[in-house]
């Protein structure tokens, strides 16, 4: 009405009154949002195992491939799907030991002692699946729910829907080993989300991010500079009428700012004891379980001031990843060196700390490893069934759900693929995963898609 009403003058001054009201509610976009439901989860520490963990080694024991170890996977499996490099060996047998551990009894190989002591607190979910089994993909998929580049990652979506609760970091870090996974950047961006939403990352150092330390010797300068540039964008504003992308700018200039303080503070761990630092294996002889130690004692830390998703890759040095085509042992003892004491420390000081039923944990890989060789001594990528595990908030401790055939070759009962993983984070923080939108050419997107539904057989 008021838009036809005297030539429109009224939708005229309809548009100026409620642009304030508009700037307003978009000031601050990592400002603390209501969930759909009472959440049980406040944080997520995402542990990724970039290259793909061999499920048959680690989590799901199966005892055919010690009976067939040696045959011809052809003839005892049957119909294998292609492989990446097509280069099929025999049938291998599990190359380490595995054991019951805890009250649930969860199998777990020797590759992991740590993890072992805390098994009662993990939901072993034994039969994930991907859409993809190449590492770029499938890394997309996993980071974003899609295989193609561009999209927001599950960290972007957390902050857009949750908002964070420290104004002083990021909503999103990445706790970067050393290996940015195949796919780059765009793992942790906020494709067509405000950028205010994506993952800053982080080297496990003293100073993690270049040019932290305020370039003024007077912050009175630095200030200075920012309310010019503030004064711009507002002008910029003003005349195109764009509140949530300028917002968005200026939001990120202040949070660089205020990180100037906050960043070293994290960063400086003599308030941590001895106690605490060899629980994580700082003082470990494998130098790369110092700094995935590091890494997990930071990401604590992170938890405690409100950052809202912190993922953690594994640094370099170990081979490919665990992308073990060739030289498996070598290869998966090196890895499991590096991340086994460090998160089994995590969970314990997450518990003592108070955090631990507030925080959910998650470990996963973009897809897992062929029950048959490639060549002699290594394994394949296989995205028809894999392990993850997740732990903390919400989570029903010490059960195993799903399972791959006899092999540890395909997910055969409660197949779960990872729009549901997505689906079930969400869940966990409070959010129906159906009802965080945004909308973008056309559509409203979301992380899971048109799929996805809730894990609910981990849901406490």
């Known amino acids: 009405m008021l838009s036809r009403c005297a030539g429109g003058f009224g939708a005229v001054a309809l548009n100026a009154l409620s642009r304030g009201a508009v700037s307003a509610a978009t000031a ?21 195992m970039d290259g793909g963990p061999s499920q048959v080694d680690t989590f799901d024991y199966k005892p055919f491939l010690e009976k067939y170890h040696g045959r011809d996977p052809r003839e005892v499996i049957g119909k294998l799907a292609p492989t990446q490099f097509d280069n099929v060996g025999k049938v291998l047998q599990p190359q380490w030991k595995f054991k019951q551990h ?17 098994a009662d607190d993990l939901a072993v979910v034994k039969s994930m699946t991907s859409k993809f089994s190449e590492h770029t ?8 729910g899609s295989g193609l580049q561009g999209r927001p990652s599950m960290g972007a979506w957390l902050g857009y829907g949750l908002g964070s609760e420290n104004e002083n970091l990021p909503g999103f870090v990445v706790l970067n080993g050393g290996l940015i996974p195949p796919g780059g950047l765009d793992c942790f961006g906020s494709g067509f989300l405000p950028s205010a939403y994506q993952g800053s990352v982080f080297l496990p150092q003293q100073q993690p991010i270049a040019n932290i330390r305020p370039s003024e010797s007077d ?11 503030r004064q711009f964008d507002n002008q910029v504003n003003d005349s195109l009428n764009s509140e949530a992308e300028i917002e968005a700018a200026i939001v990120n200039s202040e949070t660089a700012f205020r990180m100037q303080t906050a960043v ?18 700082l003082d470990a002889e494998f130098k790369n379980t110092q700094t995935f130690g590091m890494q997990c004692l930071v990401a604590r830390r992170l938890v405690q001031r409100g950052v809202r998703f912190i993922e953690l890759t594994c640094p370099g040095g170990n081979g490919d990843r665990w992308d073990q085509h060739s030289n498996l042992v070598d290869g998966h003892n090196k890895n499991c060196r590096t991340v086994d004491q460090p998160i089994a420390a995590l969970i314990k000081d997450l518990k003592r ?19 048959f060789a490639q ?21 029903k401790g010490g059960v195993s759900v799903g399972q791959t055939d006899e092999w540890g070759y395909r997910a055969v009962e409660n197949r779960f693929e990872v729009h549901d993983l997505h689906a079930t984070m969400l869940h966990l923080l409070g959010i129906e995963h159906t009802r965080s939108t945004f ?8 992380l899971t898609d048109v799929h996805g539904r809730v894990m609910q057989e981990v849901v406490a």
């Open 137 to 144: 993909s499938a890394n997309y998929f996993l980071h974003t």
């Open 353 to 371: 700390t108070g955090l631990f039923d507030s925080t959910l944990v998650v470990w996963s890989g973009e897809f897992g490893r062929t029950p």
């Open 102 to 118: 805890g009250q649930a009894g969860h199998w777990i190989s020797s590759l992991f002692p740590y993890l072992s002591e805390v």
């Open 439 to 446: 909308r973008f050419s056309g559509r409203d997107m979301r």
């Open 28 to 48: 601050n976009p990592l400002a603390p949002k209501p969930t759909h439901f009472p959440a049980k989860a406040k944080n997520v520490i995402f542990l990724y």
């Open 264 to 281: 070293p503070e994290l960063m400086e761990l003599s308030d941590e004891s001895q106690e605490t630092k060899s629980l994580y294996g």
């Open 219 to 229: 912050p009175r300068l630095q200030r200075n500079k920012l309310d010019l540039i």
């Open 375 to 395: 060549g002699s001594n290594g394994r394949d990528h296989n995205p028809f069934g894999f392990t993850i595990w997740m732990a903390g908030a919400g989570v």
